[in-house]
């Protein structure tokens, strides 16, 4: 059975400084990954996702993610925060073997606070 | 990226009603869409994955009949909400299955007085 673990139910930055919410997660076999964003009262919009190649793929919005195989890890990071970040991130596993479209484990979630 | 729309947006309904949610994959064919339903404050739980033409196959704890769910197209599920009670007031939220991603609708809040 798959899991994800997203670590810190809320994460407060500075606009401008580093963004980091971390991602990790437990899957017998490499799984598709992704990061999903959700603005109050909306649904999930995808902001970037690793199905296989690069490691570092990168997404809308100006954020990237790196996949650790060693590590199982799937953090999400953009440079420059931005008052427009604010909003709940989800990071999500899907198994391979079925389909990056089949079924989806999500995290419990992050809430992304950016101050002046 | 695909889009998904969801009707009604929002829902206010009495207790003991029944309500009836769309969700439409606009620009493809869908041959699953997922229906989840979200608290506040919290994840995504799914509820149960619709496959067109056959019966949807509910998570353990899900009722199905209490939540009825049609696939009677490649573009369009739906999720009915029998004799609804107020705990069933939720945020719903499906998708559609891409090849390598779900493309989610936009919600429905459901308010049961």
């Known amino acids: 059975a798959q899991s994800v673990t997203q670590l810190g139910s809320h994460v407060s930055v500075s606009e401008g400084a580093l963004v980091l919410l971390r991602c990790n997660y437990s899957?017998?076999?490499?799984?598709?990954l992704f990061w999903y964003v959700q603005y109050p009262n909306q649904g999930l919009q995808l902001l970037l996702k690793?199905?296989?190649?690069?490691?570092l793929v990168k997404g809308i919005n100006g954020f990237e993610a790196e996949f650790k195989k060693s590590e199982t890890s799937f953090h999400l990071t953009k440079p420059s925060a931005h008052m427009s970040d604010a909003a709940e991130y989800f990071c999500?596993?899907?198994?391979?073997?079925?389909?990056?479209?089949?079924?989806?484990?999500f995290g419990t979630g992050t809430q992304l606070k950016v101050e002046l | 990226g695909a889009v998904v729309s969801q009707h009604p947006s929002w829902v206010i309904c009495k207790s003991g009603t029944s309500v009836k949610i769309e969700c439409r994959s606009l620009?493809?064919?869908?041959?699953?869409m997922f229906w989840y339903r979200q608290f506040p404050k919290q994840s995504l739980m799914l509820m149960a994955t619709?496959?067109?033409?056959?019966?949807?196959?509910?998570e353990q704890g899900v009722e199905k009949d209490k939540f009825l769910i049609n696939h009677a197209s490649l573009t369009l599920s739906t999720l009915t909400v029998t004799s609804a009670h107020p705990e069933d007031s939720s945020f719903y939220i499906c998708?559609?299955?891409?090849?390598?991603?779900?493309?989610f609708g936009p919600g429905t809040r459901l308010t049961v007085t």
């Open positions: 899957s017998s076999v490499p799984p598709y």
């Open positions: 690793y199905t296989t190649g690069a490691t």
């Open positions: 998708s559609a299955a891409g090849l390598y991603e779900q493309y």
């Open positions: 620009d493809f064919q869908a041959t699953t």
């Open positions: 999500a596993v899907s198994d391979p073997v079925t389909g990056g479209g089949n079924k989806l484990t």
């Open positions: 619709s496959n067109e033409g056959s019966k949807a196959t509910y």
